[in-house]
């Protein structure tokens, strides 16, 4: 420990505090708790979802991941950039003209029964649970690292910090400090990649060809190759899926799409988070390769085994205790904004959804809803803080990948049957979403990285299920049991349909257009 990262990690906290109690000041309602009132301009939403998007796994996990395993890391950046074309063209301004502060509120939109919003508030708590698990690895991991405290006292100390955060910040707190953070990681980024391709003598070819030089026993294949880590084409193909799919049913990033006016800013918040998510994976490649060029595989295993701390190791390789000191309170202050953004959506599917709309069938006061909400938001953060004290050596883009899985798995299938099946019914989005998060979630336990022998899962013994990621059979298992139980089950009114078409095309009701 040093006075330079004590003096970092101290303006850093300061500052996401100070933002906090500003927020606090604004956050007297429901809707500025969930959507900061629906006030945030494009431009400000697209930086807030990059500073949700660009979480542990994005800046932890995937250099550390390309610094292991080369190109096989590198999948993890293209899955997460080219995810937003999905969100873009399908997704981003239909749940914002049909949605109030949920997903389940857009499912409701057609399907008016409290078992559809009751599900779809399950398979949110569930995805959120396991991206939390990633976030809360990745901080545990980066704090023990730097302060030489237990890894069990690091993972409570931030889950205090960003149950703080969405007590008394809602989202208006949240989205100031993912603003503030994107760019803050962009200029940490920026700032490496900038001496690794000094390093190289800003010559491409020259590290690309140092690359190629790589090998290790762990290695299976080619470092700038894919099959590095010895996977099936399969598991690869799996991995992409779940990936490519995943963000367009991520709750806390779909609810990012509530906090501006309309479903054009919307649009233009998507297009901002593009670019700006963009330019960060490109720049992995630097920070991956640089770390495996200037850093020993044991170096960066002996930090952490799934690599994790690859990233701080060369900031302070390239640039001593300042850059590492920069470096390791952006990552610290990266993870504190994501959480803070899933304990919110989680908080929000329990209290709106399950309390407000279902037990209390919508007759809830702001104060209830308030208090529903912050009762939740710490139940979520005392079930991830005690999970993820159990998955300490495992990769954290690797676990984020899993909660695309069942995202991908569960709600995705119901978000475009919604919007573009005339004859999806009540009994096909129950379906959807049920078989969709109950096969991706029994296949990541019986897969290699919750069983396995090596000791790196929850479970030591052999797997049953043999890909590491599920999605090539779940994805495809969430789509079909929509069809089957909108199939042979009976048909409904085609009018809800009719009203869903308008309103997410337009944001204009028709019962808005009868009464004018």
């Given at each position: 420990m040093n006075i330079t990262v004590i003096i970092m990690f101290i303006t850093f906290v300061s500052l996401t505090l100070l933002i906090t109690y500003f927020a606090s000041k604004r956050n007297n309602s429901a809707s500025e708790f969930y959507t900061a009132g629906g006030g945030l301009t494009g431009w400000q939403n697209g930086l807030a979802i990059a500073g949700d998007y660009l979480s542990a796994?994005?800046?932890?996990?995937?250099?550390?991941?390309?610094?292991?395993?080369?190109?096989?890391?590198?999948?993890?950046?293209?899955?997460?950039?080219?995810?937003?074309?999905?969100?873009?063209?399908?997704?981003?301004?239909?749940?914002?003209?049909?949605?109030?502060?949920?997903?389940?509120?857009?499912?409701?939109?057609?399907?008016?029964l409290k078992k559809v919003r009751a599900t779809a508030a399950v398979s949110s708590i569930t995805i959120v649970i396991f991206y939390?698990?990633?976030?809360?690895?990745?901080?545990?991991?980066?704090?023990?690292?730097?302060?030489?405290?237990?890894?069990?006292?690091?993972?409570?100390?931030?889950?205090?910090?960003?149950?703080?955060?969405?007590?008394?910040?809602?989202?208006?707190?949240?989205?100031?400090?993912?603003?503030?953070?994107?760019?803050?990681?962009?200029?940490?980024?920026?700032?490496?990649?900038?001496?690794?391709?000094?390093?190289?003598?800003?010559?491409?070819?020259?590290?690309?060809?140092?690359?190629?030089?790589?090998?290790?026993?762990?290695?299976?294949?080619?470092?700038?190759?894919?099959?590095?880590?010895g996977k099936s084409?399969?598991?690869?193909?799996?991995?992409?899926?779940?990936?490519?799919?995943?963000?367009?049913?991520?709750?806390?990033?779909?609810?990012?799409?509530?906090?501006?006016?309309?479903?054009?800013?919307?649009?233009?918040?998507?297009?901002?988070?593009?670019?700006i998510i963009g330019v960060f994976y490109i720049l992995t490649i630097f920070l991956g390769f640089g770390a495996a060029s200037l850093l020993s595989?044991?170096?960066?295993?002996?930090?952490?085994?799934?690599?994790?701390?690859?990233?701080?190791?060369?900031?302070?390789?390239?640039g001593g205790d300042l850059l590492m000191s920069f470096v390791s309170a952006v990552a610290f202050a990266t993870i504190l904004a994501v959480v803070a953004g899933l304990v919110l959506s989680g908080a929000s599917a329990f209290a709106h959804d399950i309390y407000g709309e279902i037990i209390k069938k919508g007759k809830i006061s702001e104060a209830e809803q308030m208090k529903a909400a912050k009762i939740a938001s710490l139940a979520v953060s005392v079930l991830s803080i005690v999970l993820a004290l159990f998955a300490q050596n495992m990769?954290?883009?690797?676990?984020?990948?899993?909660?695309?899985?069942?995202?991908?798995?569960?709600?995705?299938?119901?978000?475009?049957?919604?919007?573009?099946?005339?004859?999806?019914?009540?009994?096909?989005?129950?379906?959807?979403?049920?078989?969709?998060?109950?096969?991706?979630?029994?296949?990541?336990?019986?897969s290699p990285n919750v069983m396995n022998m090596a000791g790196?899962?929850?479970?030591?013994?052999?797997?049953?299920?043999?890909?590491?990621?599920?999605?090539?059979?779940?994805v495809p298992a969430g789509f079909l049991a929509g069809f089957i139980g909108t199939f042979f089950t009976k048909a409904e009114s085609k009018a809800k349909f009719d009203e869903v078409q308008v309103k997410s095309t337009t944001g204009i009701s028709v019962s808005e257009v009868t009464h004018t």
């Amino acid at each position: 420990m040093n006075i330079t990262v004590i003096i970092m990690f101290i303006t850093f906290v300061s500052l996401t505090l100070l933002i906090t109690y500003f927020a606090s000041k604004r956050n007297n309602s429901a809707s500025e708790f969930y959507t900061a009132g629906g006030g945030l301009t494009g431009w400000q939403n697209g930086l807030a979802i990059a500073g949700d998007y660009l979480s542990a796994a994005s800046f932890l996990g995937i250099a550390g991941a390309i610094a292991l395993w080369g190109f096989d890391g590198f999948f993890y950046s293209i899955g997460y950039l080219t995810a937003y074309l999905v969100v873009l063209y399908i997704v981003a301004e239909p749940l914002r003209n049909l949605g109030k502060y949920t997903l389940a509120d857009m499912i409701a939109a057609r399907f008016h029964l409290k078992k559809v919003r009751a599900t779809a508030a399950v398979s949110s708590i569930t995805i959120v649970i396991f991206y939390m698990l990633a976030q809360l690895v990745g901080a545990g991991a980066l704090i023990q690292l730097l302060f030489n405290i237990p890894y069990t006292l690091a993972v409570i100390l931030v889950g205090v910090m960003m149950t703080i955060y969405v007590l008394f910040g809602g989202m208006t707190a949240t989205s100031w400090v993912q603003m503030v953070k994107a760019v803050l990681l962009m200029i940490g980024t920026i700032i490496i990649s900038f001496l690794v391709f000094m390093h190289f003598n800003f010559n491409l070819s020259t590290m690309f060809g140092a690359m190629q030089q790589i090998s290790a026993p762990e290695l299976k294949g080619d470092f700038i190759n894919p099959g590095s880590k010895g996977k099936s084409p399969l598991d690869n193909i799996s991995l992409i899926i779940a990936l490519l799919f995943g963000t367009a049913g991520l709750p806390h990033i779909l609810m990012r799409f509530f906090t501006v006016r309309d479903a054009k800013t919307a649009l233009s918040s998507v297009m901002w988070a593009t670019w700006i998510i963009g330019v960060f994976y490109i720049l992995t490649i630097f920070l991956g390769f640089g770390a495996a060029s200037l850093l020993s595989r044991a170096e960066i295993i002996k930090a952490n085994p799934a690599g994790n701390m690859a990233a701080p190791l060369l900031a302070e390789k390239l640039g001593g205790d300042l850059l590492m000191s920069f470096v390791s309170a952006v990552a610290f202050a990266t993870i504190l904004a994501v959480v803070a953004g899933l304990v919110l959506s989680g908080a929000s599917a329990f209290a709106h959804d399950i309390y407000g709309e279902i037990i209390k069938k919508g007759k809830i006061s702001e104060a209830e809803q308030m208090k529903a909400a912050k009762i939740a938001s710490l139940a979520v953060s005392v079930l991830s803080i005690v999970l993820a004290l159990f998955a300490q050596n495992m990769n954290v883009a690797f676990l984020v990948s899993l909660a695309f899985c069942v995202a991908a798995s569960a709600n995705l299938p119901v978000i475009v049957y919604t919007i573009f099946w005339k004859r999806f019914n009540t009994s096909g989005a129950i379906s959807a979403m049920s078989v969709g998060l109950i096969v991706s979630v029994v296949l990541v336990i019986l897969s290699p990285n919750v069983m396995n022998m090596a000791g790196t899962g929850f479970i030591t013994m052999e797997p049953i299920f043999p890909l590491s990621n599920p999605a090539i059979i779940s994805v495809p298992a969430g789509f079909l049991a929509g069809f089957i139980g909108t199939f042979f089950t009976k048909a409904e009114s085609k009018a809800k349909f009719d009203e869903v078409q308008v309103k997410s095309t337009t944001g204009i009701s028709v019962s808005e257009v009868t009464h004018t």
